[in-house]
């Protein structure tokens, strides 16, 4: 008996960030018949994946709340991961969305019909949706990456990674190796040293870190953020502040120059001793990779019961570590820090459009975007966060919500004017994309392997160039030279 097919104008996958900006949006827009597909039984996105000791926010709180949503009630400077999926929560029921979501749904297959010009999708259990347009909004921070380390699978301790924490875990008294110096271990090292009898952190290149400008909100400041006159004021001068940041990634300006005193600074102070020093110095130019924002990691390094090592892995055996210099580190629990598969986006999703061409074969040599959000020959088809709109500098929502405004523009354009689809014209997304990678070309993002390029080819995926406002500025329009309509 073939199960029935349920019909929406909209289907979004993904319950994070820009699923639930999407949604409210729509609302907003007076589209009400749409449903979100989320695999997890909750929603947030990576809010509710990175549930590890310590995860937060890397950019100040204010700029992390929507510009319809603004949140007076954050405790912190830089919000934990569960206020954030709290506040996420709050947006939700505020604004109906709950209703709409489908949470432990995973879509493995999306179709378009070119003669109906609609959507034809379905789930691992089997459940069919048809739409008219399909909205993914899983993000790069998505996919999970182990390390490729022979003998991981074989390790009979405990074996975590970062965004697919166990809340059951206990550290207290364990030998723990943690595989990974970047941005998510930054954070959790610290938390862990605090439990483990003994910690090994394993790094294969040094991270640039620099202050966090934490602090924790009084009670004054958020009854000032209930006057929405200050909460405004004080959002828009952090985002001026993050833009005046963009320059510290410009060589020869006086912003890197402020980056590269303050880093150094930074690691002088906190770490005394001048070996270990050495071992944290990054051999490659600040910005290349994500920086690191943090108060306690170097602390955390320098603790007697912790060891930094900075010998390659050669094998993992189900009680230990083993390195280069043929060392064997026995462990109770191993973590890996390392992080996500931001190039094969969509990997687990067979996603096919005009004349039956895959998107992972459009992708064959790296995924890329008309302004991050259209694939030309996939009508319909909306990616939000999707390739080269990741920063280095500022909030991710402030990318969101322009994106979702431009997506929503093309879809009342399909409705309004009587089309059947709309589409990016195939001109028009080369060009857009190789302009794109010449800027790349000469940047600091290509001089370093990082999870922002392709392995093979080096180019670029992930990061968009420019400021906030020339991205913003983009997609203000939906010009009728860009798109065609059918």
Known sequence: MTAAVARHEVVILGAGMSGLCMAVRLKRAGIEDFVILEKQPGLGGTWWDNRYPGAHVDVPAPVYSFSFAPNPDWRRR???????QAYMQRVAE???????????TRLTDARFDEAQGRWQLRTDAGDAFDARFFVCSTGPLNQPRWPDIAGIKQFAGRRLHSARWDPQADLSGQRVAVIGTGSTASQLVAPIAGRAQRLHVFQRTANWVMPRLDRRYTRLDRWLAHLPPYARAVRATWVLALEAGRRGFDEGTLARRAMLGAAARHLKRQVPDEALRQRLTPCYPLGCKRIIYSNDFYPALTQPHVELVTDAIVQITPHAIVTADGR??????LVCATGFDTVHLLSSLQVTGQGGRTLRDAWADGPEAYRGIAVAGFPNLFLMLGPNTATGHTSTLLFIEPGVDHAIACMRAVREGGHRWVSVRDAVFRAHNQQLQQRLAGSVWSQCRSWYRMDGNGRVVALFPGFTREYVRGLRRVEPADYEFA
Not at 78 to 84: Q, V
């Open 328 to 333: 064997e580190r026995e462990i109770d629990t």
């Open 78 to 84: 830089f919000a934990s991961a569960p206020e954030i």
């Open 94 to 104: 505020r604004f109906g969305v709950l209703r709409h979501i489908r949470f432990n």
